[in-house]
């Protein structure tokens, strides 16, 4: 199991293996630039530390990649591309089969270096590794299925044929929230579709990236395959490696998962190449809980859509939008539920709630919350940052909270559960559509005729019904409006990475 706790101050596998401590999974963590095959230090010599926001302590100092340095991780994207192209599709469904079958092997030690950079508890560390690692089972399934089409012309003077063909070397710039899945996500679509890539991982989290490139760099090199087709590049300069790569018309390809104003200016810089794009950006999930629903069964999906990583994901549910008839019952049931949560370091075997990733979370969250009391709403439970080192907010229900709130209206990203009331269906609707959002929504309704009538008419790209989870590796996630373009996971996610070719013959 991985050592995590030390603070090697190097730069690759080598130098950062600490004096006097065994040589443990952790030591051989790479801390470097991937680039063509090689990990290496930035260019300029500089690194950045990444902090264990249970503690804020230093866990190790990282590479710092610079322009020239991401530039040259596109060269090697680029130059790698022709011959991975190439590869047979037996070959890449293997190679991702493997790096899958790696993963899971490798379960506590990926779930050990998530915990510690990212906070939530080992237990959603783990799943996070079977999740993540799922991307790479089915899209190794997937690399043999690349379909075209082929059919005589309607008019009956030519024939058609439809290739898919390599969309070419891709930038994915992944966030610090799921630091393994979200790069999964895009990895193993990109290269089953016989892509290659420059990953900018999250500042905050560039540690997981790091054991998963590695594992894939083995793998390369085991099979006598082109290592420079994964080259990875952490950065505290985030815009100033992303301007120079989608101004170089080597990059074919953006895939981000983020904010929507960093997806607005990536998608701006990313006109001028008419780069193909995929943007998974913010959410402000309603969950609806109608007068019909298993309140029980309401308050446990609740719980799932809410406290995943402290409820620092995109398809948190943000606005408990719950029937007149049924609020109190819901709201004593899930008060009682965040009463129970243990909020502590992700590696104590105790804790359900884990911090939140930096302090100016705990900042944004705590003023939400001054906010929707200001206008009015109760604090049940919670209600307050603790007092101690870390970035930790108590698990927090408020009832009563107006819809102007800005807990309702804002992407709250952190352990708060705001509940407002309806009365119609219809009311309901227009209250979850009223947002420029529309990733996930949640209802529960033991109606068959309302799940179809909400599959119509809520504005999101997925909707989850009598369930607080949506996401699967071999589903379409993503969103519409604000929220994205594009969807990652299931058969659609590797048409985001192929051009369709077709031949008139
Ligand atoms: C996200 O928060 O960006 C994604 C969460 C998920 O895949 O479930």
Redesign the pocket.
Known sequence: MIGIATRPSGRDTEACRPHGSPPTVAAHLPTGLLIDGQWRPASSGATFPVQDPATEETLFDVADATSDDALAALTSAHDSWPAWREVAPRQRADLLRAVFDEMIARTDDLAAVITAEGGKPLAESRAEVIYGAEYLRWYSEQAVRIDGLARRAPSGANHQVVLNRPVGPALLIT?W??PL??ITRKVAPALAAGCTAVVKPAALTPLTTALFAEIVREQLESRGLPTGILNVVPTTHASGISGPLLADRRLRKLSF?GSTEVGQHLLRAAADGVLRTSM?LGGNAPFLVFEDADIPAAVQGALAAKMRNAGQ???AANRFLVHESVADEFAAGLTAAFDALVVGHGSDPGTTVGPLIEAKAVAKVSELVADAVDGGARVTTGGDALDHAGFFYAPTVLTGVSPDSRAVREEIFGPVAPIVTFGTEAEAVTMANSTDFGLVAYAYTRDVGRTFRLAESIEAGMLGVNRGMV?DATAP?GGVKSSGLGREGGEAGIAEYLDSIYVAI
């Open positions: 966030p929230n799921f899945a979200m998962t998974e994901t995109c398809v996401s996630f």
